[in-house]
């Protein structure tokens, strides 16, 4: 083979578009042809990480199905904002669920098609974290264990959102939301509690399980279009940043899910059948204060007397996840 | 009403609500002053033209950098670049080499025999240039551009001035200066050799409308050094002048040179080059406080020429033969000025030359009214303008930051102004935008991309050759080098404003037009400002 010189494109793949790569090689959201698949207009608060997080995937669904897909939508901030009928913002065939059984009405259009012999289209399933690691867990695990042919899509803002910001299983330890103030002896979110629903997936041995952040598009892409390579069921677990409930400035909803994965606080990684693939190194090691003081909702860890304590059981959690996942080396 | 069972509305679009109505900061596309251009002492707009050469359309990169700089070939070469002293890049890996992409392309143009953009229709002003050094040339080339007829007048046989008999030909190869000369004479620059201005108020009368003075600072100072008869004391202009000729100046093999500028490395470079040797550098100062430029130091230490730092020179032609000097150490009092110790040191020398700065030769200003010299120097306004109406100077007459750039932003300068003051007007100076400073910017988005270094010709080589010393980029490592610009504060077209909006209210408007914000939707949330990495987006608060 000759020899092939290491090509730079400037800004490489980090931006979304880049006007020196050829158009084969260019993101889907860069392309003014784009599904939208989430149109204007929709309600969803100043920078939701959500919005952006549902355009980002569906639209790269669309594009690697040819526009042939079906979405079931739980209910949450995304069927809330998007859809208050008779209106909505989507440009795909939709259909709004229970709380809590997203995962089964999705294994019933997949049924469906199935018996109707429709192989060229596929299923979407998606929720927010509460619907998920909650609510519709039963109904995602028996998704999983059945392998019906569903990929879904969990937006993980980390706690209920639109109803006023309660925790859920996903809520971060030390994060202050309605339902645990920041206030007593232990403020915020208790430690020791919730789940981290992507490795309960890796333990279902499904054909494919990956996490993503909105603040890395070609990447959550790429796993959009390999989870559409595979049939049977799948999960993909996007960290989605909530200006409201996390109190982040709104323009920083894209530079919060970058510290989440830089400090190791979220894991961005792919597995096929059980077994980690890929993970998305860290680029540029941060402690975990950097993502955590711009955040109202561990305001109560600084100020006058910061609590050292949780920062560093936060920072201990983080290391873990550095070592488990091993985000310093790219496999 | 035949709708389904239990429907009873139709199904409508998102796109009834006007989200735009939350707003209360709006997004506004910007351009930025990066800070090369703000450094640029020529006033090119770098960034403009390595966005062309990214991607690889060297001709329209080439094109607009001669809208400001008709000369790349020779910038590319002798310029000390303070643009990549102000590059944004340096705070993520190290400068963008703008000057050897500027190199690349002045090189790729002689190669092409790319010619200049047709000018301006003509307008029948003819306008004198005195001096055909680099402000002189870029004075008459902007006036061409700009429609009127430049007449060049040199006193010297060859055209260039310092660039021929300043710059030694190991920095800047004489074919490098002709084609580039060449390309402003076919452009309609007329240039007359070995014909030396006089009496400018005379040269007024005679049919021209202006007149742009850039004679330069060629006369060498001197300073008292008691000498031997048998001595040669020579002066560095002379000898840097004498290379030029038939018959290169004496040195002899052990060769001092009095000084601390460029003139004073390139002396003595040239000295090693012609067989001295030794040559060593007398300075009364401290290498940090040297006015010549460190990488320059760098290369003469790399050659083998020394430099005695905190030295001068008492006396020459200690010795029978002629052959010594004596010179005394000095210490920095506590001001910073270097003070005499009384300790002496005799050094064997066979010549020794001065390079002790220069000033302008002003004979031909004498009786011009209205013209005011201070400390050598011409006195000029804003727009170059000398106390006389009409007549115009710049280059090393004019100023005391004496480079090639510096010449050739003061002739295009000049030119300009000349241009309003033909017409009856004054120039004001275009508004600048506001700097793009770091942190403007948002450098995640930037690959890691080290920079190219130049090829440097072989130590032996640079000893007994007058070949030139850096080499040129390649077109591959060229093109690498331009895309490792960031585009300060202007738009690359990176898509990230369009994809990064979660109200998709970001039109992209197709290859080269950028894109516009679709107000009917947008939130104002910012985070297509915070995203962009070049700072091109400013989010404004909305008036009501």
């Not at chain 1, 990929?151 to 939301?177: E, F, H, K």
């Not at chain 1, 959009?224 to 390579?229: D, Q």
């Not at chain 1, 919060?256 to 990684?269: D, H, Q, S």
């Not at chain 2, 100077?393 to 003051?421: C, F, N, S, Y």
Request: hydrophobic content about 40%; charged content about 20%; overall charge neutral.
């Amino acid at each position: 083979m000759s020899f092939q010189p290491v090509k730079f494109y400037q800004t490489g793949t980090f931006t979304v578009g880049n006007r020196l790569l050829p158009p084969e090689e260019r993101s889907v959201q860069s392309s003014s042809k784009r599904f939208n698949s989430i149109n204007s207009g929709h309600r969803a608060c100043q920078g939701c990480g959500e919005a952006l997080g549902a355009r980002y995937a569906i639209d790269a669904a669309m594009e690697a199905t040819n526009g042939q897909l079906i979405a079931a939508n739980a209910t949450c901030c995304l069927e809330v904002f998007s859809t208050p009928y008779p209106e909505t913002s989507w440009q795909i065939p939709w259909i709004h669920s229970l709380f809590g059984n997203t995962a089964a009405v999705a294994t019933g259009i997949a049924a469906a098609l199935k018996v109707k012999g429709r192989h060229d289209v596929r299923v979407v399933a998606q929720g927010g974290d509460g619907g998920t690691t909650d609510i519709g867990f039963g109904c995602l695990s028996g998704m999983f264990e059945r392998n019906d042919d569903v990929l879904y899509i969990c937006y993980d803002n980390g706690g209920y959102m639109n109803t006023g910001v309660q925790r859920s299983s996903a809520t971060p330890a030390a994060a202050r939301t309605s339902t645990t103030p920041a206030v007593g002896p232990a403020p915020g979110n208790v430690f020791g509690q919730g789940k981290f629903l992507p490795a309960i997936a890796l333990a279902h041995d499904i054909p494919y399980v990956a996490t993503a952040t909105v603040a890395d598009l070609r990447d959550l892409e790429a796993k959009v279009r390999r989870a559409m390579e595979i049939r049977g069921a799948r999960y993909l677990h996007i960290l989605v940043p909530c200006p409201l409930g996390w109190g982040h400035a709104s323009h920083d909803t894209i530079k919060m899910a970058r510290l989440a994965k830089e400090t190791g606080i979220f894991p961005v990684f792919e597995a096929e059948h059980g077994e980690i693939k890929s993970v998305l190194a860290i680029r540029r090691p941060l402690p975990v204060e950097d993502y955590l003081k711009p955040q109202k909702r561990y305001a109560h860890l600084f100020g006058q007397q910061p609590k050292v304590g949780v920062i560093a059981q936060l920072q201990a959690q983080a290391d873990r996840n550095i070592r488990k996942y091993k985000l310093l080396e790219s496999l | 009403m035949d709708k389904p069972f239990a429907i009873t509305l139709d199904p409508g679009s998102s796109l009834a609500n006007r989200t735009g109505s939350w707003r209360t900061l709006r997004p506004e596309y910007i351009d930025r002053l990066p800070p090369c251009n703000a450094a640029c002492p020529a006033g090119e707009n770098i960034q403009d033209w390595l966005f062309h050469a990214e991607s690889g359309k060297y001709e329209k990169a080439w094109r607009s950098l001669v809208e400001n700089n008709p000369m790349p070939a020779i910038m590319g070469r002798v310029c000390y670049h303070p643009c990549e002293g102000a590059c944004n890049r340096e705070q993520v890996d190290s400068a963008v080499g703008i000057n050897s992409v500027e190199r690349f392309l002045g090189d790729e143009a002689n190669k092409q025999g790319w010619q200049f953009s047709p000018p301006a229709a003509a307008t029948g002003r003819r306008v004198l240039v005195v001096g055909s050094g680099p402000a002189g040339l870029s004075a008459a080339y902007h006036l061409t551009r700009l429609g009127h007829q430049a007449v060049i007048h040199e006193a010297a046989p060859l055209a260039g001035g310092m660039l021929r008999f300043g710059i030694p030909k190991y920095r800047l190869p004489r074919e490098v200066l002709d084609a580039e000369i060449k390309r402003l004479t076919d452009f309609g620059v007329e240039i007359h050799l070995q014909s030396k201005v006089t009496d400018v108020r005379k040269a007024l009368a005679d049919g021209f409308d202006a007149v742009f003075l850039g004679v330069g600072a060629h006369i060498a100072k001197r300073a008292y050094i008691p000498a031997g008869d048998a001595c040669k004391v020579l002066d560095a202009v002379a000898v840097l002048r004498g290379m030029e000729g038939e018959s290169t100046p004496l040195l002899g093999r052990k060769v001092v040179v009095y000084g601390g500028g460029n003139t004073a490395l390139d002396v003595a470079r040239t000295a090693k080059r012609l067989g001295a040797e030794e040559a060593i550098i007398v300075y009364r100062r401290t290498r940090k406080q040297m006015p010549a430029h460190p990488f320059e130091v760098e290369e003469a230490l790399q050659e083998g020429i020394s430099i005695k730092w905190l030295t001068t020179i008492k006396e020459a032609g200690m010795s029978e033969d002629g052959g010594d000097i004596m010179v005394e150490k000095m210490a920095l009092d506590d001001k910073g000025f270097p003070q005499p110790t009384g300790e002496f040191e005799r050094i064997a020398a066979d010549s020794v030359v001065l390079a002790l700065g220069q000033d302008a030769d002003l004979s031909l200003l004498e009786n011009v009214p209205g013209l005011v010299v201070n400390k050598g120097l011409i006195e000029v306004d804003a727009g170059m303008m000398t106390g006389h109406p009409g007549v115009f100077a710049g280059g090393d007459m004019a100023g005391l930051e004496r480079t090639v750039t510096v010449a050739v932003g003061h002739g295009k300068l000049a030119a300009r102004a000349i241009d309003a003051w033909l017409s009856g007007e004054t120039w004001t100076p275009p508004p600048r935008h506001e700097l793009a400073t770091f942190e403007r910017m948002n450098p995640w988005y930037y690959s890691d991309a080290p920079k190219t270094v130049r090829p440097v010709l072989d130590i032996i080589r640079r000893q007994s050759t007058f070949d030139e010393v850096l080499g040129g980029l390649d077109e591959s490592n060229a093109l690498f080098e331009a895309r490792r610009c960031m585009s300060c504060g202007n738009c690359f077209e990176c898509d990230n404003c369009y994809g990064v909006c979660p109200d998709n209210a970001v039109i992209k408007l197709g290859p080269g037009k950028r894109f516009k914000f679709n107000l009917d939707y947008c939130k104002g949330c910012g985070i297509c400002a915070t995203e962009c990495p070049c700072g091109a987006i400013k989010m404004v608060p909305e008036e009501n």
